[in-house]
């Protein structure tokens, strides 16, 4: 089985700086890593994703992640945040094996004027 | 919007009662996950369908049952309510079965047991 785990319950950040969203995923086999993002009142909406190949993916409104098989992490990013990044993301993983996707808990990114 | 459809937007309702939640997928998705999200327990898989089979189960609870259509349109019915059973429902839909394919959600049921 698989399983997400997400750092940070809550992550503020000024507009303009840095930010990172640490996930990390436990699996007996081969996987596939999203990213999603939840604006308020609103479903989820796919950020980016891993299947294979290049362990730096890139996906929209200028998010990226990086797939790191040795410390079984991927952790997205992003050089400058606006207001409009504020929202709920969520990391998640599913087998090769199998159809069940396990989501992280969550970790509500608050952009700071 | 996603192309994914849910209704009712929000459903009230008593313990012990039964309500039936409706989701249209994207047109040409054939697979649909059904979710729960609660404030305690994040976001939890349900159930999943492929073309009108069952696919992959997750937490549900045996109160709870889903079923895929021949159009495809998938209902996720709970009955014998109780408190705890107050969430956000999502239904999401993917262009095949498989741990690969993106999934596209729709805006969820909001659902409230008093």
């Known amino acids: 089985a698989q399983s997400v785990t997400q750092l940070d319950s809550q992550v503020p950040v000024f507009e303009e700086a840095p930010v990172e969203l640490r996930c990390n995923y436990s699996s007996s086999v081969s996987v596939y890593l999203f990213w999603y993002v939840q604006y308020p009142n609103q479903g989820l909406q796919l950020l980016l994703k891993?299947?294979?190949?290049?362990?730096l993916v890139k996906g929209i409104n200028g998010f990226e992640a990086e797939f790191n098989k040795s410390q079984t992490s991927f952790h997205l990013r992003k050089p400058s945040v606006h207001i409009s990044d504020t929202a709920e993301y969520f990391c998640a993983v599913s087998g090769n094996t199998g159809n069940q996707f396990y989501f992280g808990t969550g970790t509500s990114l608050t952009v700071i004027p | 919007d996603s192309g994914v459809t849910q209704t009712p937007k929000h459903l009230i309702t008593a313990t012990g009662q039964r309500v039936t939640l409706r989701c249209s997928p994207r047109?040409?998705?054939?697979?649909v996950y059904w979710y729960q999200q609660s404030l305690d327990q994040g976001l939890q898989f349900l159930i999943q369908?492929?073309?009108?089979?069952?696919?992959a189960k997750g937490n549900i609870l045996e109160r709870f049952s889903a079923q895929q259509f021949p159009d495809l349109h998938s209902e996720l019915n709970l009955s014998s309510l109780e408190l705890g059973d107050s969430a956000l429902y999502f239904c999401?839909?993917?262009?095949?079965?498989?741990?690969?394919?993106?999934?596209?959600f729709g805006p969820g049921t909001r659902l409230t047991v008093t």
């Open positions: 369908y492929y073309n009108g089979e069952e696919r």
């Open positions: 999401a839909s993917s262009v095949a079965s498989g741990g690969d394919y993106e999934q596209y």
């Open positions: 047109s040409g998705d054939l697979s």
């Open positions: 891993y299947l294979s190949g290049s362990t």
